[in-house]
């Protein structure tokens, strides 16, 4: 069935609000003195280090005499620095400098409040309805305009299947990684299975990378097993076609900012000697591997190693 012509007006002139409200027609945007493309573009390096000029440009579906204007801006401001690619001398990678990521790090903070003060005028339960209808007008604009893959969201709270996929992905990539078996996966369903029996407790959360109905990356928030005052990060993983998507990021992003606004005074997690792309999204955000200790319980020797990180100075809580 067809929308209703007036339903089709309403939509635009909501949409035309929501648009004014957020500052796209101009003035400061998102807390800077950038245009809202700029600002943009400074997220998606940051999501995606090491992406291309061509690939920002698909992402942000500007023409490329565009991207290359506002990244030469970028580059002279000290925001985002390029360095040649090893395998095409033609194409330049593109990356944050310290400058950089302390700017997007300030953006996400007024976004975050601004997005959260919002919520704080709905009534209790309406954000549920805003992030649906906003999802489904979102996915529904995207089909219209592009007939590729499906595009990834990260959503919060258990679904159907969500043990058996995300132990799939540890069982399969740690098989191959250190030659783990049975009792690795057995460790990881059982473990997760019980994790979410707890999920009733406010102080414990998982979140999921969704393509379509599958799971392509997971993360949770164990605020209950490592005692008081230390959350306990779990499940970290992202399916091998995703890596360096910027799919890790936003999920640590996500466990993280519910660990600080939780008042945690530490995150912990577990993890093995070797994965180097890993240790560095957590040294990224904090953690440092304060123990390391040699074991054999998953039927191959490896170098078990915890990371900490401390809530930083002026999280807010709550």
């Not at 040649?84 to 950089?100: F, H, I, N, P, Y």
């Not at 250190?178 to 369903?189: D, I, Q, T």
Request: charged share 25%; proline share 3%.
């Amino acid at each position: 069935m067809s929308p209703s012509s007036s339903t089709v007006e309403n939509l635009r002139v909501l949409s035309r609000r929501f648009v004014r409200e957020l500052g796209f027609m101009g003035g400061p945007f998102a807390g800077t003195d950038l245009s809202p493309s700029a600002v943009h573009a400074l997220i998606e390096i940051d999501a995606r280090d090491g992406m291309t000029a061509n690939d920002l440009a698909a992402l942000l579906r500007l023409e490329k005499s565009s991207i290359s204007r506002m990244l030469r801006k970028l580059v002279l401001s000290g925001d985002v620095t390029e360095t040649a690619s090893e395998t095409d001398s033609r194409s330049k990678r593109l990356s944050l400098s310290a400058a950089g990521r302390r700017r997007v790090a300030a953006i996400h903070d007024f976004a975050r409040a601004q997005v959260s003060d919002a919520l704080h005028r709905l009534l209790p339960g309406q954000e549920e309805t805003v992030l649906e209808g906003l999802r489904l007008y979102a996915d529904a604009l995207h089909a219209g305009g592009d007939a590729g893959q499906a595009p990834v969201e990260i959503q919060s709270g258990y679904r159907t299947g969500l043990i058996a996929q995300i132990t799939q992905m540890h069982a399969q990539y740690y098989a191959n990684a250190s030659g783990f078996g049975r009792s690795f996966e057995s460790v990881v369903a059982g473990g997760l299975a019980a994790f979410c029996d707890r999920l009733d407790h406010p102080v414990n959360a998982i979140w999921v990378a969704m393509r379509g109905p599958s799971i392509v990356g997971s993360v949770a928030i164990d605020g209950e097993d490592l005692g008081p005052g230390i959350a306990h990060l779990r499940w970290f993983i992202v399916d091998d076609g995703m890596r360096g998507s910027g799919i890790g990021k936003a999920l640590l992003a996500a466990a993280l900012g519910h660990a600080d606004r939780e008042g945690y005074a530490e995150t912990h997690l577990w993890t093995f000697a070797g994965l180097d792309a890993a240790r560095r999204l957590y040294e990224a955000n904090g953690f440092t591997c304060v123990e390391q200790r040699s074991g054999r319980q998953w039927g191959s020797e490896v170098l078990e190693q915890r990371f900490a990180r401390k809530r930083p100075r002026g999280a807010v809580q709550g």
